[in-house]
């Protein structure tokens, strides 16, 4: 018998994507040399090419993240995959956990943590709070979790949230203390073992200026302990960390499985935009990476972003989360960090309030 559907036309036409400045929160423009090497040959995931690939990864991650750790692996997903791996496999249902909230990110990993039955206890904040190390200790001592997290590039609302000192109180009440630095890794410093931080991931697409799909995460020895000393199983296979560190040879056992992995290059950069702030975010703790504008009066942000990419190849994102409506977003990450963006960023963003003016927002 003969096929019925016939292809459809889009699959007999070239791909096309466009070129356009990515000044949003991420994904970030890819440098050609970055890019280059997404053209390179496949190998299979045996060859010993692959493993060797895999290790220098590693290494790579190793030093972004200022970690000896050898638990360290990429994972083959969004940043959420490696959110979701982190509690999967250091919560077992029923245990306590600490979330500070003070934009969307915490309250996702509250929400991922809460569908595995752990039972979670939110710190809440306005979009862009930060919490004193007092109220974290505090927190602590009455939940008593075995994991607490935070979120160190907090991209809904421009927060970069101190970290020095929560690793310690961690220790003291024997949690574990979990950092998400996917908007904020290569654009901030982060020193994962000076600063006794149990496990820490990031993204692929954002200050590190790779394409999406992978999320460097890195468990310490006390991360390592908790999640290999388990009751019950992680609710997820695919994140199973016994064997994904086992793909990544790390449990000193030969690899066995199919893994995916992209080329992964480290990048520190710093951020030249220095336009409006929104009030809500004090001016030491802004995230480089990403800066939040106030939506100013007279204007609807839906039509300025709009007009920015439609007249300026130019993407800028509104809030995200808690913040949506409150606040614009750019992001000039990595590669894409230069003053001739900054301008260019800026020139659209004049333009736009130029010509978007509304009698009533
Ligand atoms: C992340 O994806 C963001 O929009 O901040």
Redesign the pocket.
Known sequence: SSVTIPPPACMLRPLEAPLRYLF???PSNVPPRILAVGAKPIIGHLHPEMYEIMNDIKRGIQYAFQTENNMTISMSGSGHAAMECAVFNTVEPGESVLVAVNGIWGERVAEIAERMGANVHRMVKTPGGYFSNKEIEQAVEKHKPVLFFLTHGE??AGLCHPVDGIGDICRKHNCLFLVDTV?SLGAAPIFMDKQNIDILYTGSQKALNAPPGTAPISFNERACHKMFNRKTKPVSYLFDMTHLSNYWGCDGKPARLIVYVTHYVPHWCCNVVTTVISSHVLQDLRLPS?TTIAIPDGYEWRELLAYIMKHHQMEM?GG?GPSIGMVM?IGLMGYNCEKTNADMALNALADALKNCKKSKA
């Open positions: 949003g929160p991420g991209s809904s908007a990403v994102t995200l977003r």
